[in-house]
C-alpha cells in the first residue's frame, strides 16, 4: 500500500492550495471530526466536507470515512496525515532557521490553550501576546483553544509548538514544563437549583454526591474533594460546564475568576468554597530539543505577564 501511495503521489506539486487543504485535513483528524473542527478552522462542515472532497482528489486516495461509527481514518489517511506533519514541521524548521540567518524571528508558530483565559486575574495573556507581536512582528502566529487532551496529544504530535495548559507531567520527560500560575476552581449551582437557597452547613457530601454532576471530559468520574459525584454530563470547555450549570440541573466546578461575573449578578451560587475547592497549575509545555526561538519567545512574554500579588 505504501508503494502505491508513494506512486500516486509522486506527481503532485506542493503549492499554497495544497498545502491549506493538508492544513484542514490536519485539523479535522486532531480534532475527531469535522464536526469538531469547525471552530478551530473557521468553517462551515460543508466547507470541510468540500476541502477534503479536493484533497482526496488531488492524491487519488479515500482519506477517511464517516458514518454511524463516526470519523474514522483509512489506513491510507493514517499515512498521509503521519506525512503531512513531518512536512509542517520541516517547513517550520525552515522558515525558522531562514529567519535566524537573518537575524529576526519568522514562519509560523502554533500556539494551543484551554479556553476561559479572558477573565484570568492571574495572567494577563492578551498582554503577553501583544508583547510576542512586538518582539517577533514577522510571526504568523496560529491560535487553537482547545481540551488539555487535545493539547496534549497535539504536542505530542507536532501540531503545536507551544502550548499552555493544566496537568503535563506525563509529557515533562520530552518536553520543557514551566510553571506559569495556579488557578482556584470552586464548586457552584445556578439560581433555581435544589441546592441554590441551602446554607453551606447543610451541604453535606452525601447531599451533593447525590445531585446530577457535570464535569470536564478529562477528569471523568474522578473523585474530586473527596467527593464521589454522579457524573451526569461532561464537557472539555469551561463554556460548556457553565451552560450545564445555568441550566439549572447541575452542579460543577469552575474557575473562580470565570464564574465570578454570575455570581456578582445572582445567577451562580457558590457552593461549600471551604471545602469544595481545588486548584490546577498551569504549564507553558514546548520541545526540550531544539525549539525554535519564536517558542521560547512566546514563553517569555507569558511568563513575564503573570500577575504577581502586591
Known sequence: MINKVRHRVLNL???DAELRLLRVFASVVQHGGFSAAQSALGMTQATISTHMRHLEE???????????????????????????????GSLEKFQSRIGEAQGELTGNLSFGTVDAMITNRDLDLQGALAAFHRAAPRVHLEIDVAAPQVLHQGLLNGSYQIVLMPSVGSVTPHFRAQPVFSEVQKLYCAEGHALFALPDAELTDDRLSAQPFAGRTYMLNETICGVNFTWAAATPHMEGTLLLLLSGAYIGFLPDHYADEWV???????????RMVFEDMFHIAYPRNKPSRAAETLAQTITESVRRPH
Open 264 to 274: 456578582r449578578t445572582g445567577r451562580l451560587r457558590v457552593l461549600a468554597p471551604e
Open 58 to 88: 488531488r492524491l487519488s486516495l479515500r482519506l477517511c470515512s464517516r458514518g454511524r461509527g463516526g470519523f474514522l481514518l483509512t489506513d491510507e489517511g493514517r499515512l498521509v496525515y503521519d506525512a503531512a506533519l513531518e512536512l509542517f
Open 13 to 15: 506539486s506542493l503549492g
